[in-house]
């Protein structure tokens, strides 16, 4: 059954997450049919597509209904009770009124094709074994629930201490605003001991902030063991650690025990930052500005106005998935094959990436899962004085499953810096795309990188692929100098004097400054020049060699402090809706410029490490994916990533990154991964030094198996050759170049010389790129609210249909005031010349 909880994940109302199809009791009317072969649950429009491609005839469906409650003689419903015919472990609909609505579920066995139906419970007519495996299933944990942060609070154990805890009578009271831990500076991530009533910061990383663990260290002087985090506390309860147990704990006499110290729990509004609605900060500001807080906003619905919902920190995956379906190509490539990408899904498509993009896309574009509620409904929701229009949005708890697989951030429940998700994405769209289709084609672009040696004032151009370009904040060029030193001053007057903050003063940044320190030249470290042969003082300068179809553009602002405790820039930059970036195309090598000359600096191997490398190489299986992804994000080609981590034995980045410094300038630098043959340690340390396997011929028995469906021997072989002999990838190859002629010249002849050593292929070419004009208009953005990438919140907007539209998670409205200037990454499109 572990299979079953794997595959499956919690969906929503219904039942376990299907592999191909979201949608809850009002979506998906049809319920859900589980196969009892491979567990995995489908939807009513995918059943049949599944048993014409398995054969597996057997399925379990299962469905919930849902029914107002009986009222009683005053109108009212009837008092709560247990409902005994709910068995299945699924969230009720959030849309629904608990108390005006009640639920029932329904299983039963179906046979395929002839939908022939057999209730459960069955004990008669079925065998033990088919029973037992049934009552497996109904009785099985949603393998999501213990993911979900609204979970985790009623998992939490009662703390030991909390009955008898002793509080120093010491006359201590906490002000409601403008704490400070007691021992240094900072002023977020802080906890108050419930015995003396110490206000101290948390350790580092704990609660995704950041801290110099001064809470701890006055426990282990001191022993006093519980601690509330500040900026938590709300009516309903707070954070609470108890160090003596190491984990989080519930009291159930916080209220007394903040009591203690004048904190008046039943009038407490927690907020990230511990600030009450009277104060005005920062993170405040930012967060109503971004949020449009304040604002009426009208609920959007239809194709492509569907909200995600948030699983606990996703919203960065959110955000980045909604701008990238909004761009055609995209929809194209996934929602346009979609019936061609399910078909040829392998048997597990819970593991497969095509189709998880695939699904998620057809959830956030068809407009199933965003329809406005119907007349009855409104008529409904005025006379209960509940007119509040719900928008549920789509789960994408398989998606996030699978794309942060193996990923030691984006698996985690923490928060994640979107533009690093974006390039993880980018990554797992070159990874799995779809025969020659690629949509991330048009994000990349070739960015030429000129250095200069100051001493002999020679040049080198190099190119390297880029997907989004970064700009810096220029703080420097800030217009309101004046205003920012003021503002300063006040506020730290008024904290010494604790006193209200004064409002923010937010630093202005022309987009122009940052446009300018982005082509500035700049020093670079340990530059080796190859005319001295030594290490020299170098100046780097980068333009953009292409342009590509779109354009995304990161604003740097976060960065660390002395303390290495990170940093975000509060600043407002004027971001252009038309971007010309015409000027900074590249020119290359120059009249009367002299080229450094080609000698690449020697590569220093660890000597243990010498022999490992010469003799044996590792695994293909076995490669180092975090190394490669490492690589991937600096710019290079994935494949010249995975063969830099792969000829290097698995020794890590650095390594790496040594080889492909040696090797980019090689016409099959980008080119995918080529086993060597087995001649032992000759051919192993061959490769090493850049030379590509010899032996590619596809496995006969998989050839014959595509020739049996009466596809051409040489049309099967080109397939198997182009996807590594992957089977159901090579059919979705040949069914994705239906222009494929048998005598092309690309075809590779090895019928007549099983034993070939020597395959001719096509010449090599570089990295696709679209380049083209470099016009620009904006079409997204997505903002980020919070002092770090690893807290906060992030939401997008869109324009769509000639109106900016802003996604909050499952929320969708029409934006009234975008906050362009507040962005973190601008998404631009190029305006055809």
């Known amino acids: 059954m572990e299979r079953w909880r794997i595959a499956s994940c919690g969906r929503n109302t219904l039942s376990p997450c299907p592999p191909h199809t979201f949608g809850g009791q009002k979506n998906s009317e049809g319920g859900l049919y589980v196969c009892m072969n491979t567990f995995l649950a489908f939807g009513r429009e995918h059943v049949e597509r599944h048993f014409r491609k398995t054969g597996q005839s057997v399925y379990m469906h299962l469905k919930r209904h849902v029914r107002e409650k009986v009222r009683g003689a005053s109108g009212g419903a009837l008092p709560k009770r247990r409902n005994s015919k709910m068995f299945l472990d ?12 009640e639920y029932e579920d329904e299983a039963k066995l179906v046979i395929f094709p002839d939908h022939y139906e057999i209730a459960l419970p069955n004990i008669e007519e079925l065998p033990a074994l088919v029973t037992i495996a049934c009552d497996a299933v109904l009785s099985s944990k949603s393998p999501y629930r213990k993911q979900d942060p609204d979970t985790w609070e009623n998992e939490l154990p009662v703390s030991k201490y909390a009955n008898n805890l002793t509080q120093l009578d010491n006359g201590v009271r906490i002000p409601p605003s403008g704490w400070k831990c007691a021992r240094c500076d900072l002023r977020e991530n802080l906890w108050l001991n419930l015995t003396d009533g110490s206000v101290l910061c948390g350790k580092w990383f704990f609660d995704s902030s950041g801290g110099n663990g001064h809470a701890l260290e006055h426990y282990r002087d001191t022993g006093y063991p519980l601690a509330v985090k500040l900026g938590t506390i709300t009516p309903d309860g707070a954070d609470v650690y108890s160090f003596q147990e190491e984990e989080a704990v519930l009291d159930p006499h916080l209220a007394k025990h903040l009591a203690h110290f004048g904190i008046d729990m039943l009038h407490m509004h927690g907020t990230e930052n511990g600030l009450q609605d009277n104060d ?8 109503e500005v971004i949020q449009e807080t304040g604002t009426k906003l009208k609920p959007m619905y239809g194709p492509g106005y569907t909200g995600l919902k948030n699983l606990g920190n996703s919203c960065y995956l959110s955000s980045v998935m909604q701008a990238i379906f909004s761009i055609p190509e995209f ?14 899904s392998p048997l597990d498509p819970t593991q497969d990436f095509n189709t998880q993009m695939t699904k998620l896309g057809h959830g956030l574009l068809s407009g199933q899962y965003s329809k406005p509620p119907v ?11 509940e007119h509040k229009p719900q928008q549920n949005g789509i789960s994408p708890r398989m998606f996030k499953a699978f794309v942060s697989k193996s990923h030691p951030e984006f698996s985690s429940n923490r928060q994640q810096d979107a533009q690093e998700f974006f390039l993880h994405l980018v990554n797992l769209v070159e990874r799995n795309r779809i025969g020659s289709e690629n949509p991330s084609d048009v994000f990349r672009f070739l960015v030429e990188e000129r250095i200069q040696c100051c001493q002999t004032r020679k040049v080198r151009y190099t190119e390297r692929v880029d997907y989004l370009m970064q700009l810096p904040v220029a703080m420097e060029a800030a217009t309101n100098k004046d205003e920012l030193i003021a503002y300063e001053l006040t506020r730290r007057e008024a904290e010494s004097n604790r006193r209200p903050l004064p409002e923010l003063v937010r630093a202005k940044i022309p987009f122009s400054a940052c446009l300018q320190a982005f082509s500035e030249p700049e020093n670079v470290d340990d530059f080796w020049s190859s005319a001295l042969q030594a290490k020299s003082a170098g100046v780097k300068t980068s333009r953009f060699a ?16 002395l303390d290495w405790v990170p940093k975000k820039f509060d600043v407002s930059v ?3 809706d038309l971007l010309d970036i015409n000027h900074l195309r590249a020119r290359g090598l ?10 690449s600096p020697p590569i220093v191997i660890p000597d243990d490490s010498k022999d490992r490398l010469m003799t044996q190489l590792i695994d293909p299986s076995d490669i180092d994916e975090s190394s490669v992804m490492q690589l991937a994000e600096m710019g290079f080609p994935l494949e010249a990533c995975r063969k830099a981590v792969y000829f290097t034995g698995n020794m890590g980045a650095e390594v790496a990154f040594n080889w492909i410094v040696v090797h980019m300038e090689e016409p099959d630098f980008a080119e995918p991964l080529t086993m060597p043959g087995y001649g032992g340690a000759a051919s192993a340390g061959a490769s090493v030094f850049g030379a590509t396997g010899l032996d590619n011929q596809p496995p006969e028995e998989t050839v014959a198996i595509i020739t049996s469906m009466g596809f051409h021997r040489n049309q099967a072989i080109q397939a198997l050759r182009a996807t590594n002999s992957n089977l159901e990838r090579a059919l979705d190859w040949i069914f994705s170049h239906p222009e494929f002629e048998e005598d092309s010249d690309f075809v590779i002849e090895m019928e007549n010389n099983a034993n070939a050593n020597i395959v001719s292929e096509a010449k090599p070419e570089g990295p696709r790129v679209k380049d083209g004009s470099g016009m620009y208009e904006l079409f997204a953005f997505i903002s980020h609210m919070g002092t770090s990438t690893m807290s906060g919140h992030y939401v997008c907007h869109i324009k769509k249909e000639g109106r900016w539209v802003i ?11 975008p906050p362009k200037d507040l962005g973190y990454m601008y998404f631009y499109r190029r305006i055809p010349s």
């Open 90 to 101: 699924l969230d009720t609909d959030d849309d629904l009124n608990s108390d005006d609505y």
């Open 590 to 599: 120059q009249p009367g410029e002299e080229e450094l000359p080609d000698i």
């Open 331 to 344: 929809q194209r490539a996934y929602v346009g094959n979609l019936p061609r990408i399910f078909d040829y």
């Open 375 to 385: 007349k009855s409904e409104l008529i409904e929701q005025v006379m209960k004085e």
């Open 280 to 287: 005005i900060k920062p993170r405040v500001s930012e967060w």
């Open 546 to 561: 292409s342009f590509p179809e779109y354009l995304v553009v990161q604003i740097k602002k976060f960065t660390f402090g």
């Open 574 to 576: 004027d971001m252009p």
């Open 807 to 817: 996604y909050n998670d499952h929320k969708v409205c029409a934006s009234e005031r």
